[in-house]
């Protein structure tokens, strides 16, 4: 899209405000709210915000940053039409003030990664499939985790009460361009899933962030809260976000497919696998990012806890969905949708690219059930642990080969000092259960 075509755009819908948006280092969308007057100076990237006010970024001294628009990104937001009235967004890049890329802006540093892939012959496609959860709110407007929704898999109306609110998200997304593949109830109780189709990674990281605002904001209206916390209630499953990603040639073919292997993997595929494998613990701090990520990644739940790889096994980390040709692909299965997907999709292509770069051979694939298996047999497996908690995830991270240099110096130590003071905070916090464990005891 071009310039021209968005003020043209702006003229024919009366759209009369504008929201410049971009993420902080911790996925959350920000955004800076403009009237009409504002928009060509916006389109044109001169619009400045303090960059110190936002967790991650720079100190107060440094603090003068600028938005530049990706014009591709431009979009209607169709909830915010009233009396004719239109609004609309886009997405930004965040500059300094000299004009250069700010190296803590996530977006920014995917593309990074992105070209130094493009530089090895390859470009990345992602599919996030971002589970949530809608609940009712209390008479205050606050979250709760109270659903009048008594559904199960693929339940239909009229046991699926949360049906209508998940179609207007879906009308919602379809207007903004979206392609809805699948939508359905998900295992748990108020739980829910929309697919969208697979994109380019930086378009699948803005696809992913947009989805879930959308989804948010759309449950407001019906009442609702919606929550990506990946574990909101002990007990049942949590929400995941099982990332589909495959390498392309840049010729356009699918440099994972071989059709003369077994599996119809190509090496590269296989290459992939193992540096996903090898990376796996690290990458966990970014997938998989909260206190409260850990206590979904346990035995018992659907959700992956061990290193493995299977063309068909669910309980596996990586699965390799049946379908074949430009289709075939990888689907981690660990991210929650809490993560930043502009990190995540980094630190999960880097660590395929790292097995690429080392003709890495992954272990024989898993096809029995390993949550049945035992630790010998895990051992003769090969097959090694997801970390336990954020802290030990954090961790695997700072000694990683790649998390530095994939996130960059001011990510990578910015993400780590807040980590470690997110799990401090964990740590010495008096929790529910200590009081109800300990103090009718001693």
């Known amino acids: 899209m071009t310039r021209e075509e968005i003020m043209q755009i702006i003229e024919d819908e009366n759209i009369q405000f504008f929201r410049l948006q971009f993420v902080d280092i911790f996925g959350f969308m920000k955004n800076v709210a403009l009237p009409k007057s504002q928009i060509e100076k916006a389109l044109d990237g001169n619009i400045m915000f303090d960059g110190s006010s936002i967790d991650g970024f720079v100190r107060i001294n440094e603090s003068d940053m600028y938005l530049k628009p990706d014009y591709n990104t431009f979009t209607k937001l169709p909830w915010r039409n009233k009396d004719g009235v239109a609004a609309a967004r886009i997405i930004c890049d965040v500059y300094k003030s000299n004009g250069q890329p ?81 939508s359905h109830h998900e295992v748990a109780e108020g739980q829910h899933e929309i697919n969208f189709k697979y994109a380019d990674a930086l378009t699948a990281a803005d696809n992913t962030v947009t989805f879930k605002w959308v989804v948010k904001s759309i449950a407001s209206r019906y009442g609702m809260y919606a929550t990506f916390m990946p574990k909101p209630i002990f007990g049942i499953n949590g929400s995941g976000m099982h990332t589909n990603q495959s390498l392309f040639n840049l010729d356009g073919t699918n440099a994972f497919f071989d059709e003369s292997d077994p599996l119809q993997l190509s090496k590269v595929a296989y290459s992939y696998i193992a540096g996903c494998l090898k990376n796996a613990r690290a990458f966990a701090a970014v997938t998989n990012p909260l206190v409260n990520s850990y206590k979904r990644l346990v035995p018992g739940y659907e959700a992956p806890v061990y290193c493995a790889w299977s063309a068909s096994n669910r309980s596996a980390l990586i699965r390799i969905p049946a379908s074949r040709g430009l289709s075939t692909r990888t689907e981690i299965r660990c991210p929650d949708p809490t993560c930043n997907p502009y990190l995540a999709f980094a630190m999960m292509l880097n660590s395929g690219l790292e097995g690429v770069k080392n003709n890495l051979t992954p272990p024989p694939g898993v096809n029995r059930d390993i949550f049945k298996m035992t630790s010998a047999q895990m051992d003769e497996e090969g097959i090694v642990v997801m970390p336990a908690s954020l802290k030990e995830a954090v961790e695997e991270l700072k000694v990683s080969s790649i998390g530095r240099s994939t996130l960059g110096p001011h990510i990578f130590d910015k993400y780590i000092e807040a980590k470690e003071k997110e799990w401090d905070n964990f740590r010495t916090a008096v929790t529910d259960w200590e009081l109800d464990e300990y103090l009718s005891v001693y």
């Open 102 to 182: 700010f190296e803590g802006c996530p977006r920014v540093n995917l593309k990074r990664v992105l070209a130094e892939s493009r530089e090895m012959g390859y470009t990345m496609n992602v599919g996030t499939e971002a589970e949530f959860f809608l609940f009712e709110k209390d008479e205050d407007g606050l979250p709760t985790t109270i659903t009048s929704d008594v559904a199960g898999y693929f339940s239909l109306d009229p046991e699926d009460m949360g049906n209508d609110c998940r179609r207007e998200i879906i009308e919602t997304l379809e207007k903004m361009g979206f392609e809805i593949e699948a």
